[in-house]
């Protein structure tokens, strides 16, 4: 897949930033969250290409778009929920809709409504979610019925609710999933159809500039190549090629809140006097309310840029990672952003220093695309059957990569995300002889181990090779925080996993010693001179 150059990538940031300081300082986003309004002029200066032509990025060049590769939209979806995440959620909409026609449209379709999309700068929104119907799609109710005219298939009509809709009231084109005779598939409907119709905006908790509403479907009929592909049957295969796509943009969203939260308490603890020092001088605050955020965001965003190179390279099949990096992401965002209001103290708790209305905002990202529980049940599932296929190795093979690069890289703390990655093979074989998985919760907190395992070796290796260019950090910090991650990831792996296994009633005595549970407590030595760096090298980078 192509990215665009990285100049063209800065211009694209810069004159969003400068978009942003110009037209939405925090006086106006405070404005549009209290007024719960959807400020459409705002999409309109976003999407035109005198201005920026944000939706062009995530448009192929073949239809008139920059053709932005997964990494650019790592970057851009960042830098739009530093903003405001509310109106990066309607872009987010716009591409959500939009996917299902790029990856199983004919070209005709795609020709057709992409082509649009790009030159007018249409808006667009996913229509999946039903009442009933939300983590599990299976259960959806909307149904699309054929009609045959003159002998051949002429036109289908659409029947049901959806509900959760973003840009729902205000979108131009939609694709919604529905149940044909030959099982779930997308079709586009456009505005002003008869039968089709938005409900009333939702009273949000967050991203309250956001347009969320129901869908409702009352014998909506639609030309037959409205059926994207014009397959039946493709719907929940073509949702789920997009994931490793879709829900690296969230996990974006999760890194741009969580930082931006995250900075505003930075900055505050340096001016903030207690005790006669500043709160940014406190080893109790900063070690508690800032470094371990910071830490977690950027394991999240070594893994990120993984991923989003990976599939750059032209790699398919990452849905599992997409799901990894959403997960983590999206709960360090959604934790920083709740210790930002604690570090903030009183004033966190007030409208005026943002990160209130941050928390909020940041609270859906661990909800939309796929729940934290769901992934943590999809990396569990996805993960499980690599184990039992390489036997084993999986694991194991990587632990010993990761021996060999500690050895020319020795402070990105590859050994101890080594040792984590070889206790998670022996705690997944423990829970394949015990059967442990027969327990849902045993599964989903695998999700949650393995994650963290693979982010500790990732942000080990990356860390070292290839610091990120997205923060004002240097690859000596990410080291230390690769070091720190490493630590957590091989305290989780060793005392979590033993306690979910104990729980669960596995039958090895010796269990403890085979998961390295001491191994994983020497491995903690330096922690609190790592997280001294951490806090001293943060205090500089963001001074107020
Ligand atoms: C503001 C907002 C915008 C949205 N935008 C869109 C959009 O544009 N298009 C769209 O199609 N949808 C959209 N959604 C819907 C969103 O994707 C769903 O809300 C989400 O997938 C969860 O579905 P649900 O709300 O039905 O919750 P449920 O599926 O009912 O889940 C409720 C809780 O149960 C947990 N859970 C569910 N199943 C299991 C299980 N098997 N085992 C254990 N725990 C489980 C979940 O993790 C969650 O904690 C949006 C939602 C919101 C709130």
């Given at each position: 897949?192509?990215?665009?150059?990285?100049?063209?990538?800065?211009?694209?940031?810069?004159?969003?930033?400068?978009?942003?300081?110009?037209?939405?300082?925090?006086?106006?986003?405070?404005?549009?969250?209290?007024?719960?309004?959807?400020?459409?002029?705002?999409?309109?200066?976003?999407?035109?290409?005198?201005?920026?032509?944000?939706?062009?990025?995530?448009?192929?060049?073949?239809?008139?778009?920059?053709?932005?590769?997964?990494?650019?939209?790592?970057?851009?979806?960042?830098?739009?929920?530093?903003?405001?995440?509310?109106?990066?959620?309607?872009?987010?909409?716009?591409?959500?809709?939009?996917?299902?026609?790029m990856v199983g449209g004919t070209p005709n379709q795609r020709r057709r409504w992409m082509q649009r999309i790009a030159d007018e700068g249409l808006l667009v929104a996913y229509g999946a979610t039903e009442p009933q119907a939300g983590s599990d799609l299976s259960n959806l109710l909307t149904t699309a019925v054929p009609v045959h005219e003159d002998g051949r298939l002429a036109a289908y009509v659409l029947d049901g609710r959806k509900q959760w809709i973003s840009n729902g009231g205000v979108a131009e084109l939609y694709t919604v999933l529905a149940s044909a005779p030959g099982g779930p598939s997308w079709f586009v409907v456009e505005r002003g159809t008869p039968?089709?119709?938005?409900?009333?905006?939702?009273?949000?908790?967050?991203?309250?500039?956001?347009?969320?509403?129901m869908l409702f479907l009352d014998g909506v009929r639609v030309p037959a190549d409205h059926l994207?592909?014009?397959?039946?049957?493709?719907?929940?295969?073509?949702?789920?090629?997009?994931?490793?796509?879709?829900?690296?943009?969230?996990?974006?969203?999760?890194?741009?809140?969580?930082w931006a939260a995250l900075q505003r308490a930075i900055r505050y603890s340096q001016q903030r006097i207690a005790a006669g020092g500043p709160l940014s001088a406190k080893q109790g605050y900063t070690h508690k309310l800032i470094v371990p955020h910071a830490v977690r965001l950027e394991a999240a965003r070594a893994y990120v840029e993984w991923v989003a190179d990976r599939i750059d390279a032209g790699e398919p099949d990452l849905a599992t990672e997409g799901a990894v990096a959403k997960y983590l992401a999206t709960e360090a965002g959604n934790r920083a952003a709740e210790d930002a209001i604690q570090a903030h103290g009183g004033n966190g708790y007030t409208k005026e220093y943002l990160v209130e209305k941050i928390k909020r905002d940041v609270r859906i990202t661990t909800i939309y695309e796929g729940t934290s529980e769901i992934l943590e049940w999809t990396i569990a599932r996805d993960r499980w059957q690599l184990h039992l296929k390489s036997r084993g190795a999986h694991y194991r093979d990587w632990a010993a990569r990761l021996d060999a690069h500690q050895a020319t890289h020795p402070a990105c703390g590859a050994a101890t995300a080594a040792l984590a990655l070889r206790a998670l093979a022996v705690l997944l074989e423990r829970c394949r002889i015990d059967r442990l998985t027969r327990n849902q919760h045993v599964l989903f907190r695998l999700g949650e181990i393995v994650a963290h395992a693979e982010t500790a070796a990732v942000f080990s290796e990356r860390s070292a090779t290839t610091p990120t260019t997205a923060m004002p950090f240097d690859s000596a910090l990410w080291q230390a925080m690769a070091r720190v991650f490493a630590r957590e990831a091989a305290q989780r792996v060793a005392f979590d996993g033993l306690r979910w296994a104990m729980g669960a009633g596995q039958s090895d005595p010796q269990l403890a010693q085979a998961l390295d549970v001491g191994g994983a407590a020497l491995a903690q030595a330096g922690l609190l001179e790592d997280m001294d760096t951490i806090a001293h090298r943060l205090n500089e980078t963001y001074q107020p």
């Open positions: 897949m192509p990215r665009l150059d990285p100049d063209s990538l800065d211009m694209v940031l810069q004159t969003l930033r400068e978009y942003a300081a110009r037209e939405l300082p925090p006086d106006v986003l405070l404005r549009l969250d209290h007024e719960d309004r959807f400020p459409m002029e705002v999409l309109r200066d976003l999407y035109d290409p005198q201005q920026i032509g944000l939706h062009l990025l995530f448009l192929p060049e073949d239809v008139g778009g920059l053709g932005g590769g997964a990494y650019d939209i790592y970057r851009v979806s960042a830098a739009m929920a530093e903003i405001d995440l509310g109106i990066a959620t309607g872009v987010l909409a716009t591409f959500l809709g939009t996917d299902p026609i039968g089709f119709s938005a409900g009333k905006p939702e009273d949000k908790h967050g991203i309250r500039a956001s347009n969320t509403t994207v592909g014009e397959v039946e049957g493709q719907g929940l295969a073509q949702a789920q090629a997009v994931f490793g796509y879709t829900r690296l943009m969230v996990a974006a969203f999760g890194l741009g809140a969580g």
